[in-house]
């Protein structure tokens, strides 16, 4: 039952209709408590209290569905505002972006253009762009992608997403070695076929608990994006056995989720960033954070009836 439905939600995150009946509730469906806002202000007020507490962010513009290039060229606009307020509020946060937001279905050209100009904007600022990773079918042109830009930007500038979920990530690690990557690597999201990723949770765990000992061990920044506990303990374990050092990892969890674990690691000495998501296209991502753990869908039906 509850494969059934995370099947049923994850096509509804992809459902245009739905996603223009979601805009009409705002953040009513109970989606405020993943969601930092719709405005950047508000966003930014949710930075503000993570870094009073000890904890950094990474600010997303929720887009998807983007269809033209003016389109994409105002989410463009978009992020390089995002960059210029998190510059002048002095807050304490990075860019995380989807390729596709920015053109990439259009064209890998005005993909380029437009992650060249946020990446130069970034650079003015010594700030940090990472890429999040989208479905399979995303996965190698945003590599590709990456490996451009990562030669163009370095190492201090531009990161991407390894998805744990998929057979080939471990192959990707290894390929990406030489550009001393700062990688984020989280179990992964998207509702895939067998062929390219492993269906069952345990393989899941097993391939992630390897890439990020892989990764560390080449000598790479690590973000370990995960509110999972039994990997949380592992990397303390295997971090403390090796030698690595705090300054080499860090780790990453959703905003609203796992709020004390989050302090406590902060609290602990561990570098802890939270993944602060806001706009008004909040629907995917809020249908996708449901699909992770069914039994939410409990919590937004009550927060419906209090409305």
């Known amino acids: 039952m509850e494969s059934l439905m995370r099947s049923t939600l994850l096509f509804l995150s992809r459902n245009k209709w739905a996603n223009r009946a979601a805009k009409k509730y705002g953040l009513r469906l109970g989606a405020s408590r993943f969601v930092a806002g719709v405005e950047l202000e508000e966003a930014l007020d949710s930075v503000r209290r993570l870094n009073a507490q000890g904890i950094a962010a ?26 210029d307020a998190i510059h002048e509020a002095k807050v304490e946060s990075h860019l995380s972006l989807k390729l596709t937001q920015l053109g990439l279905d259009l064209s890998r050209e005005l993909c380029l253009a437009n992650m060249r100009s946020i990446l130069s904007r970034a650079r003015q600022y010594g700030n940090f762009v990472r890429i999040d990773m989208e479905d399979y079918s995303h996965n190698q042109p945003a590599l590709d992608l990456f490996r451009q830009l990562r030669e163009e930007f370095g190492p201090n500038v531009i990161g991407i997403v390894i998805q744990a979920y998929l057979y080939k990530s471990r192959a990707d690690i290894e390929k990406l070695k030489p550009l001393a990557p700062n990688l984020r690597l989280v179990k992964g999201a998207y509702k895939e076929r067998p062929a390219v990723a492993f269906p069952k949770k345990e ?23 995960t509110h999972d506990e039994a990997i949380i303990r592992h990397v303390k374990k295997f971090t403390a056995r090796r030698g690595i050092p705090k300054t080499r990892f860090e780790f990453q969890m959703l905003y609203g989720i796992s709020v004390r674990q989050q302090q406590q690691l902060a609290a602990e000495g561990y570098k802890m960033r939270v993944y602060v998501p806001f706009g008004r296209d909040w629907y995917g991502y809020f249908m996708r954070r449901l699909a992770e753990r069914p039994a939410n869908v409990g919590f937004v039906v009550k927060s419906m009836f209090r409305k």
């Open 58 to 83: 990474t600010l997303d513009h929720l887009g998807e569905f983007i269809s033209t290039p003016e389109e994409a060229k105002e989410a463009t606009s978009y992020c390089l505002s995002t960059l």
């Open 203 to 225: 393989d899941v765990d097993r391939n992630f608990i390897a890439i990020i000992e892989r990764h560390m061990l080449n000598g790479h920044y690590t973000a370990v994006a």
